[in-house]
C-alpha cells in the first residue's frame, strides 16, 4: 500500500522550479507532505483530504486529483533551504496503517 | 514539553540482547505513531496508537517487536532478542485529534545492534 513517488531525486539550480509525484493504486484517504533535512526528523508541510483540493505552504504548494489516486508538490522559485527529501503520507482504507512514500531526494544548488 | 521527545538518543547493543524505547508525545495528542528508518531509506510504518484503544500490530516486522502505551501518553517500543538487521533510527510521532493528521516527529532513537 506504499506510494510511489517520482522522481527518485532530483538536483535543481537556486531560483528553479521542481515537481515531485506521489500515486497510488488505490485511491488515497488523505495525503500529507513532509520535508525530511539530513539527520533529522521529518517536518509537516501540508495536508489535503479532498480530491480537487490544492494546499499552499509558503511558496510550496500541493494538489490532489480527483480521484485521490495522486498528489503533486510544487516547488517554486526553489531556495537553498528546501534541500532534503520530501514524503507523501497516506493512511490505509483500515484507517490503523499510516505509510509514507519511497522519498524523493531533493538538491538545490547555488 | 514543547515537542515529541524520545529516549535514548542513541542505544548501541549486542545482538541478543532486549531493548526498550521511549517516546514522550506532545500533551493532549491522542494518536501515536511509531516508525523505522534505515540509513538512507524510507520510513517504514510499525505502529499507531490511538488514545487507550488496542493497536493493530499487524505492522510490526516480527513477534520480537511489541509496543504498549500507558494512559493514553507515553509510550515503550521493545524489541526483544535484538538483530543486526535491526539497527536503524526509529522515529516517534504524535497528533492531535484526528487520526492521520499532521504528525509532529520526535528526534529519534538511533539503535546499533553490534
Known amino acids: ?110 | 514539553g514543547a515537542g515529541v521527545s524520545q529516549s535514548p538518543s542513541n542505544k548501541v547493543t549486542e545482538k541478543g540482547k532486549d531493548v526498550e524505547l521511549r517516546c514522550d508525545p506532545i500533551s493532549g495528542h491522542t494518536a501515536l505513531y511509531w516508525y523505522r528508518q534505515s540509513l538512507g531509506q524510507g520510513l517504514e510504518f510499525l505502529i499507531y496508537f490511538q488514545g487507550n484503544s488496542a493497536p493493530d500490530k499487524s505492522g510490526l516486522p516480527s513477534d520480537r517487536f511489541s509496543a504498549e502505551r500507558t494512559g493514553g501518553s507515553v509510550s515503550t517500543l521493545t524489541i526483544q532478542r535484538t538483530q543486526q538487521e535491526d539497527s536503524a533510527v526509529y522515529l516517534c510521532a504524535s497528533s492531535p485529534g484526528l487520526a492521520g493528521g499532521n504528525k509532529y516527529f520526535g528526534p529519534g532513537t538511533r539503535l546499533t545492534v553490534t
Open chain 1, 1 to 110: 500500500q506504499q506510494p510511489v513517488q517520482s522522481p527518485q531525486a532530483v538536483i535543481l539550480r537556486e531560483g528553479e522550479d521542481a515537481v515531485i509525484n506521489c500515486s497510488s493504486s488505490k485511491a488515497l484517504y488523505s495525503v500529507h507532505w513532509y520535508r525530511q533535512k539530513h539527520g533529522e526528523a521529518p517536518v509537516f508541510l501540508m495536508i489535503l483530504l479532498k480530491g480537487g483540493e490544492q494546499m499552499r505552504h509558503e511558496k510550496i504548494s500541493a494538489s490532489f486529483n480527483e480521484k485521490k489516486q495522486q498528489s503533486s508538490l510544487y516547488l517554486t522559485a526553489s531556495q537553498l533551504s528546501y534541500s532534503g527529501t520530501y514524503f507523501c503520507g497516506t493512511a490505509s482504507n483500515t484507517g490503523n496503517q499510516f505509510y509514507f512514500g519511497t522519498g524523493t531526494s531533493l538538491t538545490v544548488i547555488p
